[in-house]
C-alpha cells in the first residue's frame, strides 16, 4: 500500500503543483520539475524492486529514504510555493 500511495502521490500531487505554477509562471518551476522527476524515478525503482522480490528490508530502507527525501523537499522547496500569489 506504501508503493502504491507513493506512486498516487508523485503522479497526482506534483501534476496539480506543476499545473498550479506553469499557471502562475512560478520562478521556482524548473528546480521544482527536476525535484519532482528524481523522486518519479525513485518511486519507480521502489516498484521494481518490490516487484523482482527484492528483500523486505532493502525496500524498506528504499522507502524510508524517499519518504525523508520527500520531507525535506517539502520543508525546503515547497515552502517557496506560499508566495506564489505574490509573484503575480
Do not use: W
Not at 518519479?40 to 518490490?50: F, G, P
Amino acid at each position: 500500500p506504501i508503493i502504491e500511495f507513493l506512486e498516487h502521490y508523485v503522479e497526482d500531487h506534483f501534476h496539480e503543483e506543476e499545473t498550479l505554477m506553469q499557471t502562475k509562471d512560478y520562478s521556482g518551476y524548473d528546480l521544482h520539475k527536476q525535484e519532482h522527476m528524481m523522486f518519479q524515478q525513485a518511486v519507480k525503482s521502489i516498484r521494481s524492486l518490490y516487484d523482482s522480490n527484492t528483500p523486505n528490508a532493502h525496500i524498506i530502507f528504499k522507502i524510508r529514504k524517499c519518504v525523508d527525501q520527500l520531507v525535506r523537499h517539502i520543508h525546503t522547496v515547497d515552502i517557496g510555493l506560499q508566495f506564489i500569489e505574490k509573484e503575480n
